[in-house]
């Protein structure tokens, strides 16, 4: 008779382990299924700020290439006219003089085009990266989202 006790209560014990193993196994089932999903979300968000800092890119490069072109373009510009005025120079002192001019404006117009330049630079990386940062961010939010719990 003490074994049918002893069997009831094990049974019941093994019913109520059995149980729990497998609530568990729905619940770690559901939330693997959960962030399989979010993970595919962050992929697809991700996939979709590259593209959107990549395009940014692109145009700023088109922008910074056409800056550069210009500055090149008034730079040659800038030596046919010198040529031009030194060899209508009738004195020596008057070409060292043209040539002091085309190397002073050519300086100027450098320096003054690198402060254009790196801004440009500047705003082509900081519009590349926005999407990425903020998609990064929003990625780390929902990924740390089940670890504060």
Excluded at 18 to 37: L, Q, Y
Excluded at 38 to 47: L, P, Q, S, T, Y
Excluded at 58 to 68: D, I, R, V
Aim: glycine letters at 8%; a negative charge; proline letters at 3%.
């Amino acid at each position: 008779m003490p074994q049918k006790t002893t069997a009831k209560p094990a049974a019941k014990v093994f019913e109520q382990d059995a149980e729990k193993i497998i609530t568990a196994g729905k619940e770690s089932f559901e939330n693997s299924a959960k962030f399989g999903a979010e993970a595919v979300e962050i992929g697809k968000d991700m996939f979709e700020a590259w593209t959107e800092s990549a395009t940014a890119l692109g145009k700023g490069a088109e922008q910074f290439g056409g800056a550069w072109f210009a500055l090149m373009q008034r730079g040659m510009e800038r030596q046919v006219d010198a040529a031009k005025a030194i060899a209508g120079c009738k004195t020596l002192k008057d070409v060292l003089d043209q040539q002091n001019d085309f190397i002073r404006l050519s300086y100027e117009d450098a320096v003054g085009e690198a402060g254009k330049l790196t801004e440009i630079a500047t705003d082509i990386a900081q519009k590349a990266a926005a999407p990425l940062t903020e998609q990064a961010n929003a990625a780390f939010e929902k990924i740390s989202k089940p670890l504060a719990v």
